[in-house]
């Protein structure tokens, strides 16, 4: 047995390989036989062998570290899809460094520091947005940036998102279907893509039936502010018969709030339709009829963006829209004779 530290010349030596072979057994996607790696991989075993990630990085100037830049992960949509991004990587030989940062530019820029710091070879962000700066430096020091449910108009940044505009206008046509007279919208944060774009959707389609928004008020993504406005709007003489709200993370938070605090039935005093369709949208507490986001589907194509962009050199600047049904349940009247 070697003394010290044991090295990959080591272990090709007890292998009976090349010191190459060694190196491509241990790294991802590298091109080698199942004999081949057995061997390796048995003799490492043996001397207790680790490859030094750290230098193989230094060697060929790639960590294989994907950052991911999130705002916050009580959404449950989000810590879902961060936990099917980093298993989707992994397959792919790709590791994924997790930063939290607010939605200020000095949040945004420090953590962005800290992640070039890491020399990462990409970085997703989500539910954030970039300044035209941060866009530049990220550029100038050839790291690809894919934006996650979010797009920004402009930047130059490739982004995958669900189809918003699609969905609120789904949405509406199936209040409008149940025969809603006053449908009101909670809406997304309007300072990001998706909730401008949700808001856009579900007001055309209203418009195009000759209707217009009843109410509407900005819940911010936050279960308070979502709960509040709620409030708000069925306190009025006038409160709305239909509730359209951003997503379903506020959604759940609305329905509490009108059944619990204010003595409300959903649907039978007012319906509540959200878009995501997280786990606890089917529980039988709730039964919240929603848009799906596709979180797969949504995965799928930001692993294959980024990668695309790190190892082939595609170019960025495009738009994945992803296609997401409405799944109809109980929080919102049916339509009669509803087939979708």
């Not at 530290?5 to 190196?23: H, P, Y």
């Not at 690809?144 to 108009?153: A, E, K, M, Y």
């Not at 039936?209 to 008020?217: E, K, N, P, T, V």
């Not at 589907?297 to 930001?302: E, P």
Request: charged share 20%; with cysteine; net charge negative.
């Amino acid at each position: 047995m070697p003394q010290g530290k044991v090295t990959s010349l080591d272990v090709a030596r007890l292998a009976g390989v090349s010191q190459s072979a060694v190196s491509r057994v241990f790294t991802p996607g590298a091109s080698v036989s199942k004999k081949m790696a057995d061997k390796v991989r048995d003799a490492a075993a043996q001397l207790g062998y680790r490859p030094n990630v750290l230098a193989r990085s230094l060697i060929t100037g790639k960590s294989r570290i994907i950052g991911l830049v999130v705002a916050y992960l009580d959404n449950p949509f989000y810590s879902d899809a961060v936990e099917k991004l980093s298993a989707a990587l992994q397959k792919r030989g790709y590791h994924l460094l997790v930063f939290l940062a607010g939605n200020s530019d000095a949040d945004v820029n420090q953590v962005l520091e800290d992640l070039m710091d890491y020399q990462v070879d990409g970085i997703i962000t989500a539910s954030i947005n970039l300044s035209g700066e941060l866009t530049r430096r990220c550029a100038q020091e050839g790291i690809p940036v894919v934006l996650f449910n979010r797009s920004i108009n402009g930047s130059g940044l490739s982004a995958v998102t669900s189809q918003n505009r699609l969905g609120g206008a789904e949405v509406a046509e199936f209040l409008l279907a149940g025969g809603h007279r006053r449908i009101a919208h909670i809406s997304g944060w309007q300072g990001s893509s998706t909730g401008v774009d949700r808001l856009h959707g579900f007001r055309e389609a209203l418009a195009t039936a000759g209707r217009s928004l009843h109410a509407l008020d900005d819940g911010m993504y936050r279960r308070d502010t979502a709960s509040d406005v709620a409030r708000r709007m069925m306190e009025t003489a006038d409160p709305p018969d239909a509730i359209f709200v951003g997503n379903d993370h506020m959604a759940l938070a609305v329905m509490d709030t009108l059944r619990f605090d204010l003595g409300l039935r959903v649907p039978e005093d007012v319906s509540i339709v959200g878009y995501d369709d997280v786990a606890m949208a089917s529980w039988s507490s709730y039964r919240l009829t929603t848009v799906r986001q596709s979180v797969n589907a949504m995965i799928h194509a930001t692993v294959d963006t980024i990668l695309g962009e790190i190892e082939a050199d595609e170019q960025p600047g495009v738009l994945t829209e992803i296609e997401g049904p409405l799944i109809v349940r109980a929080s919102a009247r049916i339509p009669e004779g509803w087939g979708g």
